[in-house]
């Protein structure tokens, strides 16, 4: 681990829940929690339109599973598949309100190669979904996006980007990951606006492990203040906050 940037939490992973080859439960990524030394554990299942994952009804029961394993507090999230341009996603409101956070993503099935322009405005019109609290893996060329536009509506409305650890590694199979990595962490630390740093992990393999994001901080000169995963306290609070992007409803 680099000093600098202390790794304490990791809230996008996916149990054997989320399908893909993965064979873990949530308490084996648990125990791989605790040794990696995190204190605060997300499992971020992908929304019900990836082929192979779960149903809604998981996210409905989800939110009582237990909030402490191996002495990790855990948060319940989901990882949902931005559905079309107009920003829908494949949870409904209520399951989304009840969850502790969300993340955005734009996924194969779901989507073809579009232009920059409406992938912008269907991550935009995405917001306004109830406890979406991060940008999922952004830095993907295959769909992408107006960096400057997305992240500074994303500041106004308490939306964080990742720097997901899957998009760097050499056998990504994402597209220009380093290179919009780069871009990303450039425009973030112009903005003075916090990034949250994922593994991603399908499993236990890879859970609490951001090395290669951790190299590109490093090589970008990152300010350390902006790496969310440092403060657990901090994400928590910001996951508690009512969202500021909401339309239409209370939640
Ligand atoms: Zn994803
Ligand atoms: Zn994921």
Known sequence: MIKQYPILADLHTHSISSGHGSRDTICQMALAASLAGLQLMGISEHGPATPGSV??????GIRLAPRKRWGVNFVYGAEVNILNLEGDVDLPWEILSALDYAII???????TPWEVPDLTQAYLSAFRHPKV???????????????????KAAQAADIYPEINNNSLTPQAYRVDGQKNCRQLLKICKRLQLPVLLSSDSHGVAQVGDMGYALSLLEECQFPPSLVLNSDPVLLQQILKRPSRNCRNRKI
């Open 133 to 151: 609290r991060f940008l999922g893996h952004i830095d993907d060329a295959r769909f992408p996006v107006d960096f400057e536009r997305l992240l």
């Open 55 to 60: 149903l809604p009804s998981y996210f409905s």
């Open 105 to 111: 993503s734009i996924h194969p099935p779901q989507f």
